[in-house]
C-alpha cells in the first residue's frame, strides 16, 4: 500500500494588521477607535475590527464581521479570508499536476522532494537577488537565509496538489505620487518574490532558446534575471522528485504593497527536465566564485624556486564534493604549505574559484591560514 501525506488544515483567524490592510485594499478608511475596536468606513457603510487577538472570543468576533463582509462584498467569507491573509503577504503558487496526486494527496516520499524543491527555488531566488551568478555557491549569503527563514509554507489546495510559500512584506507606509512600478525600495522580501516570477518566466525562454540554438548562452545570459543552476536544479526536484507530470506555477503580491502589473503564470512540463538538468551541468562547469574561502588539506608540492613561491595542490570539499584545487603562492605561503604537508595541518586561503577545462583553481589567493587537526 502506497503511503500519503494528506494535509488540510483550518485557515488561521486573520490579524489585525491584516484585516487592516485588506479592508484599506478594498477602499474602506478607518475612522477612529471605540474602546477594543477599531471603526472603518465605506460611503455610508460602517463595520468594527477587533483589536485584542488575545481575547477569549477573537475568533468568533472575526467570524461575524467575515459574515459582514460576505454580505457587503456578495461572496464567500472562506474566499474573503484567504485574501485577508493575501493582503499582507507575497504567495508563490506551485501547483504539482499529474494523475498520482488529482485528488490532492501525495506520496509522503515525493511530498519530501515537492517540499525541498520549492524550498530550493525560493532559496535560489533570494541568492539572485542580492547576488545575480549563474551559480550560487553552497554556503548561502546570510541575508538570504533570513528572508528564507521569515517564508511560510501556507495551506495546500485541493484539485492537484499545490503547495503555497507566504512572505511578509512591510507596507508601503508613505505612499507616493508615483505610481506602484516606481516602488524604488522594496524591502528584500519583496525584491525576491519580483524575481522569482521574472526568473521563472526566464527559465521557459531559456529552455526555448536553448533547444533551438544547442548553446547554454540562453541560460548563462539570463543570469540577471534570475536563471541559475540552483534554479534549475530546484525546479528539477520539483518536477521528478515528485513524480509530477506538470508543474504551474505563480506569484501574487501583497495588496497593502501594491505592484504595477500581476505576472502571469508559467507552465513547464517534466519533460523539460533533461534541460534543464544539462544547463545546471554545464552552468557549475564554467562556474567561478569570487572571495571563495577554500578549506582543506595540503597534498601535492610544486616548485623550481620555493623561496619565490609554486605551486600547492589542496584537496577540499567544494560544493557537496571532495575536489583537488590547485592554488598558486607566494615565497612566504609555500613555506607555510610545506610545514602544513608535512604535518598534516588543515589550511585555508581565500581567492577566486573557477573551473578550467575540467580542473579546479584558485586564483589571486590570499590569507593563507593553517591549523593543527585535533
Known sequence: MTSHLWLNQPMATPSPSEIAAYLRSKGWARDGLRGSWAVFKKGDDAIEVPQVDAARDYSRMVGMLLQDLEQAEARAATLIARDIRAATVDTIRLSLQGSSMRDGRIPV???????????????????????????????????AIRV???????????????????????????????????????????????????????????????????????????????????????LVELLTGSGAEQLEASVSFATHRPVDAQPGRTILRADVSQTLTEASRVLRSQASFPDYTLEGFVVRLGSDAPGEGGTITITAEVEGRLRQVSVAVDGSDYEQAIEAHAEQSFVSLTGELVVEAGRFRLLRAHDFRARSVD
Open 148 to 234: 528564507l527563514d521569515t517564508a511560510r509554507f501556507g495551506q495546500t489546495e485541493v484539485g492537484s496538489f499545490v503547495m503555497t510559500i507566504e512572505t511578509p512584506v512591510a507596507p508601503a507606509l508613505q505612499p507616493s505620487l508615483l505610481p506602484a512600478e516606481f516602488d524604488r525600495d522594496p524591502p528584500l522580501e519583496r525584491q525576491t518574490s519580483l524575481l522569482l516570477a521574472q526568473a521563472l518566466s526566464a527559465t521557459t525562454q531559456a529552455i526555448q532558446e536553448s533547444a533551438a540554438t544547442g548553446n547554454i548562452a540562453p541560460f548563462r545570459d539570463r543570469a540577471n534575471l534570475g536563471v541559475s543552476a540552483n534554479l534549475c536544479d530546484a
Open 109 to 143: 516520499e515525493a511530498g519530501m522532494h515537492a517540499y525541498e524543491g520549492a524550498r530550493n527555488l525560493f532559496l535560489a531566488a533570494a541568492c539572485s537577488t542580492i547576488d545575480p551568478r549563474s551559480v550560487h555557491p553552497k554556503r548561502k549569503p546570510d541575508r
